[in-house]
């Protein structure tokens, strides 16, 4: 009983953190070996993953809050990054190629400082510094052609820093409020792929921002809210 309520206890403590926006120091997990990157979920004071979860979890504050982490050995644009021959000749362990989390708050709604607050939290101020700095690569609506231009299409942005690259992402619901938000680090040898497939997926959307200028980014994430409502309190 008594490891019970400890585990309890533990798991409401690390919901808490990672809306609170309490800062950690860490060390981000792309291009860890699988095992290091497990070792680092369940020693980070606000993941603290069981032995079970292995590279996801999911965490509820209340019934309305929640957040989900995911690690994997794929990029954004699937496949592990690596010819058939330079897999055949790298005998080396795997490594976690990506990670991504996903906060859901259906009372307050979730914005783009929230999930940069929450970047932060989990990764600590070198990676979070790196984010601010990186470059705007595209922003562009991973949702249904249809839903186009209307409020529930969700923006996403891709950028790249000095150390990693980052996606950040807002799904309006039907009516346009946002009440889920996600963050995905991931290698930099990833983002062409993934610029190739999505560019291939999109030509005819013509949405994409190629040209970069200095303070493009902070103006991107400004489009990426841009006609998005503000779930009411």
């Known amino acids: 009983m008594k490891k019970l309520l400890l585990t309890a206890l533990a798991t409401i403590g690390a919901a808490i953190g990672i809306w609170s926006g309490s800062a950690h120091t860490a060390s981000a997990i792309p291009g860890q070996p699988v095992n290091e990157a497990k070792a680092w979920m369940q020693a980070h004071p606000t993941l603290r993953a ?9 965490r509820n504050d209340t019934p309305a809050r929640r957040y989900t982490f995911h690690g994997s050995i794929f990029g954004p644009a699937g496949g ?29 709604g979730v914005s783009v400082s ?29 949702g249904r052609i249809e839903d186009r231009e209307t409020a529930r299409s969700p923006r996403a942005q891709l950028t790249e820093g000095e150390l990693y690259a980052y996606i950040i992402e807002v799904i309006p619901d039907v009516d346009g409020t946002i009440h889920t938000g996600t963050v995905t680090v991931m290698l930099k040898e990833d983002v062409p792929p993934l610029q190739a497939a999505l560019e291939d997926r999109e030509t005819e959307r013509r949405e994409f921002i190629e040209e970069q200028t200095e303070g493009q980014s902070d103006r991107d994430l400004e489009r990426l809210i841009r006609g998005v409502r503000r779930p009411e309190r």
């Open 50 to 58: 069981l032995p079970n979860e292995r590279l996801s979890l999911r």
């Open 80 to 108: 592990s990054g690596q010819t058939l021959l330079e897999r055949g000749l790298n005998s080396g362990p795997r490594v976690v190629r990506s990670e991504k989390f996903t906060l859901v708050d259906l009372i307050n």
């Open 114 to 142: 929230k999930l940069e607050d929450a970047l932060r939290m989990l990764y600590g101020a070198q990676v979070f510094a790196d984010y601010r700095r990186a470059e705007s690569v595209l922003v562009y609506s991973p």
